[in-house]
């Protein structure tokens, strides 16, 4: 049966992740960006397949080819939302490893849950969905061979401590590779990236009664970082490599950085 662990506190040397219902530890977030996760957290999956053309399953799967997670591993996807990338890791390690997923939307971890138990292989019951914040991992020091982030940077408070807390977290010599929406550099792919959102994103999105909850994306982009910022910020942080990708034809980016 599907676990969805909350919040739960780490000795230093223990090394397993809990099981079972713990207290929640309060969430650095804005409030109503963690409501809108709530709110779009039914048709999530489906909109990801309009919006994107499927392609989002190839970018993913990128994703988590970058991280270099292996047979065995223990493995973080953080802000996990319904579980792609967290199923994807899951197929990587196998059933002698152990993955989480951590979200701070309850929604859409319960969606995650459902889909686990619905997908139904083996190797995913190596997975515990934990409700918690990207600012205060509730993990030790050094602990996850390999860690993804897909579509979460961009909306976290404070970009800084997210990648201090993935750098304290991840294993010495290990990747964290971090998808999202790129801030691009190049004026054409900014203005066809807006374009898209304006015709395309927002008005599918309209069909589903969300209108405003995907408006968002374009402020939330603007206000994102460049590939070299994302880049210079992991190297700030500790990493000591730290490369960022252009994909999708410059509209999705990829940072692979490495502790």
């Known amino acids: 049966m599907a676990s969805v662990v909350v919040c739960l506190p ?17 969430v650095r977030c804005a409030a109503e960006r963690q409501a809108l996760f709530n709110r779009i957290a039914p048709v999530y999956d489906n909109l990801n397949d309009l919006l994107s053309l499927g392609q989002h399953r190839i970018w993913k799967r990128m994703a988590v080819s970058w991280t270099g997670a292996k047979m065995g591993d223990c493995v973080l996807d953080l802000c996990c939302g319904s579980g792609d990338l967290t199923f994807l890791l899951s197929e990587k390690v196998g059933s002698s490893g152990k993955v989480s997923g951590l979200d701070f939307s309850k929604e859409q971890l319960s969606v995650a849950a459902s889909r686990q138990q619905l997908l139904s292989k083996p190797c995913y019951k190596n997975i515990d969905w934990v409700e918690g914040d990207a600012l205060d991992l509730p993990f030790p020091d050094g602990y996850f061979d390999a860690i993804t982030m897909g579509y979460g940077l961009r909306n976290v ?20 590779s971090i998808l999202d929406f790129n801030k691009s550099t190049q004026p054409v792919t900014a203005f066809v990236q807006e374009w898209m959102i304006d015709n ?32 210079n910020l992991g190297l700030e942080v500790g990493f000591s ?14 940072l692979v950085a490495t502790r």
């Open 10 to 26: 780490f000795s230093a040397g223990d090394r397993r992740l809990p099981s079972g219902r713990f207290k929640r530890r309060p």
């Open 157 to 176: 408070v404070d970009k800084r401590r997210a990648m201090q807390e993935l750098y304290r977290v991840l294993k010495a010599g290990s990747r964290v």
């Open 200 to 231: 395309a994103v927002v008005p599918v999105a309209t069909v589903y009664g969300l209108e405003e909850e995907y408006k968002y994306l374009k402020s939330s982009i603007r206000e994102f970082l460049t590939g070299k910022e994302l880049e």
């Open 241 to 254: 490599k730290a490369r960022h990708y252009e994909i999708g034809g410059g509209i999705m980016g990829n």
